[in-house]
């Protein structure tokens, strides 16, 4: 089965630009996640969708980021305007079970898209 | 904040058993351990999950002793390829909460 696909891989912009990522997480899987990683700290989770509704964006510094997850599938991540500390990476994840369910399950994360800020 | 406590870095020699340890001694009784890794320019990659007992699959084994206070993630021989950062973290269920990563711990093998 194909992976969690991020696009771009790399993003280098100016401070006040704007920026936008993309995700597409596994086929038929519910839940969708974006986490931010900066240099040499663990990913930190930014939003949770559980199809195209926001299950946690406690986290999300939304007076510059916005993220969509529309019909449910894709979903883009957009910062604006970016400031030099969003330098990151941006990892995308997807899970099969939605959130409440029963069953114990795994994220998988895509290769994530390293963002630059000058 | 994380609720699992690792140490920063490790060595082992290719071919020998790599053993993590990993403290939680705040972990609730509906909680479970979850190991993951990082390998350098990747995304996060599932190894193995457990709640009291202990779990083996193709990749690793998952010991949790009876307190469930600490777990020791055990990679019965390890290769070059297994060079990562591997994260112990405490969740209720990996798909439907939120993974709160620490620091891990930085594995390295040498051959």
């Known amino acids: 089965e194909a992976g969690v696909a991020q696009s771009p891989r790399y993003k280098i912009i100016e401070k006040r630009q704007s920026v936008a990522f993309w995700c597409n997480p596994i086929s038929g899987h519910a839940t969708l996640y974006w986490y931010q990683q900066i240099l040499g700290q663990g990913p930190k989770l930014l939003i949770q969708?559980?199809?195209?509704?926001?299950?946690?964006d406690s986290q999300l510094p939304k007076d510059r980021f916005s993220a969509e997850r529309l019909k449910g599938v894709d979903s883009t991540l957009k910062i604006q305007p970016a400031k030099l500390e969003d330098s990151a990476v941006y990892l995308c994840?997807?899970?099969?079970?939605?959130?409440?369910?029963?069953?114990?399950?795994?994220?998988?994360f895509g290769p994530g898209t390293r963002l630059t800020v000058l | 904040d994380a609720k699992t406590t690792q140490p920063p870095s490790m060595d082992c020699a290719e071919g020998r058993a790599a053993n993590l340890p990993c403290n939680h001694s705040t972990i609730s009784g509906n909680e479970y351990v979850y190991w993951y890794r990082q390998i350098h320019s990747q995304g996060p990659q599932y190894i193995i999950h457990g709640l009291k007992n202990n779990e083996t699959n193709e990749m690793a084994s998952l010991i949790i002793t009876e307190d469930r206070k600490s777990s020791t993630l055990i990679l019965p021989h390890a290769t070059l390829r297994d060079t990562a950062v591997y994260y112990c973290i405490v969740s209720l269920t990996g798909g439907a909460q939120k993974l709160v990563f620490g620091q891990g711990t930085r594995l390295t093998i040498n051959p």
């Open positions: 969708f559980q199809n195209n509704g926001v299950v946690d």
């Open positions: 994840a997807s899970s099969r079970v939605a959130s409440g369910g029963p069953l114990t399950d795994t994220q998988y």
